[in-house]
């Protein structure tokens, strides 16, 4: 089995989940013609590398990603940092030939982005975008559903919402380790572009491209003390926005997301409404899906719980795992993701969402952004 040495640059939340499917994928994809190989971690802080080296098997470790991409022995970089550094470093391994897996989103904005696609289609190099939602099993099913026109023949509504209630209390900081997702200059925006970003991608691979929003957004507490320098500073980010939609195919989307639901810890639910039938999901109910199907007859018409664990190809990726009846979590949709990455790479195609393709998604974050701004409908730029 051939070998592709990876250098991980940065090992918080992310990281660790990344690692996780690198570790994994082999064995439970042993078809795989090539491996993961934990070859580098690379952290600014020397102790936290050695720490998370040691824990996940990595051969060594870097302090400053730009050594760790010069290195010949690296092929692979996955970049797992906050998105203020996704474009320099996305773009010099570009550069240096090396494979770059990025976690979501692309970068802070559009135009970042449009250079980090610019970079990679110049050099030729294989690229992917960690949206993993993708690949838990149950909405890898909605996709086939989809794509058979179990629904019928028009799509009516699409709608997302994702809730958390993390940042209520006005003494949590911006900046820093744990808190850099509310400084807008490390994460270019709110929940537009943490969570809705997750939800927007979902939609688009589900239902097809978005053609306009009209948003609203929300910044409750105006003012956060910053983790790093101490100073009270004005809060750049979204904690809450919601917008409508048009998508292509004539269906209209409503999307919610807050930090500021009390009692939600990371509810995302989506469902999807069609001429014959219905489907929905909840990440908390990660391993089943919802229909309904009009066609079904009258005394038995009814919503149905789709338990998303059997094998022999009903279920997408469950195969690979336990007997059926016993689920797996959401640390596996890394896993699947690495594996459809590696597939595509030893036949030479591009794995889904490449940059180019999160690049939609970004256009679309931004839309939102302009449009709550300007308070009216507009259009996502193609």
Known sequence: MAKLNLGLIGCGFMG?????????????????????????VCDVKEEAARRFAAQWGYASIETDW???????????????????YHKEI???????GKIVLCE??????????????AAVEKAGVPNMVWYNYRRIPAVSLAKALIDEGKLGRQIYHYRANFLQDWTISPDVPQGGDGTWRLDVQAAGSGVTGDLLAHC?????????????VCAMTETFVKERKHAVSGAVQPVGIDDACAFFCHF???????????????????????????????????????????????????????????????????????????????????????????????????????????????????????????????????????
Not at 90 to 96: D, L
Not at 358 to 378: F, H, M, N, P, Y
């Open 104 to 117: 979501k989103p692309l970068a802070r904005n559009s135009a970042e982005g449009e250079e980090m696609v």
């Open 90 to 96: 996305a773009i010099a391994a570009a550069e240096r």
């Open 66 to 84: 730009r050594r760790l991409l010069d290195r010949s022995d690296i092929d692979a970089v996955d970049i797992c940092v906050p998105n203020l």
């Open 248 to 382: 292509a195919n004539g269906s209209l989307g409503l999307f919610e997301s807050t930090r500021y639901a009390r009692g939600h810890k990371a509810l995302y639910t989506l469902e999807i409404n069609g001429t014959d039938a219905s489907i929905r999901w909840d990440l908390h109910d990660l391993h089943r899906l919802e229909y309904f199907d009009h066609r079904d007859e009258g005394r038995l018409r009814g919503w149905r719980s789709i338990h998303v664990t059997d094998h022999g190809g009903a279920h997408p990726y469950m195969d690979r795992w336990w007997v059926p009846g016993l689920q797996i979590g959401y640390e596996h949709s890394f896993v699947h993701q690495m594996a459809d990455f590696l597939k595509c790479y030893q036949s030479g195609q591009a794995c889904s969402p490449n940059f180019r393709e999160a690049l939609e998604t970004q256009r679309i974050c931004d839309a939102v952004l302009e449009s709550a701004r300007k308070r009216g409908w507009q259009d996502v730029p193609r």
């Open 200 to 212: 927007i991608d979902t939609a688009i691979w589900l239902n097809g491209s978005v053609n306009d």
């Open 16 to 40: 660790r989940a990344h690692t996780n499917a690198h570790k994994r994928v082999a064995d439970f994809f042993p078809d795989l013609e090539c491996r993961p190989v934990l070859q580098a």
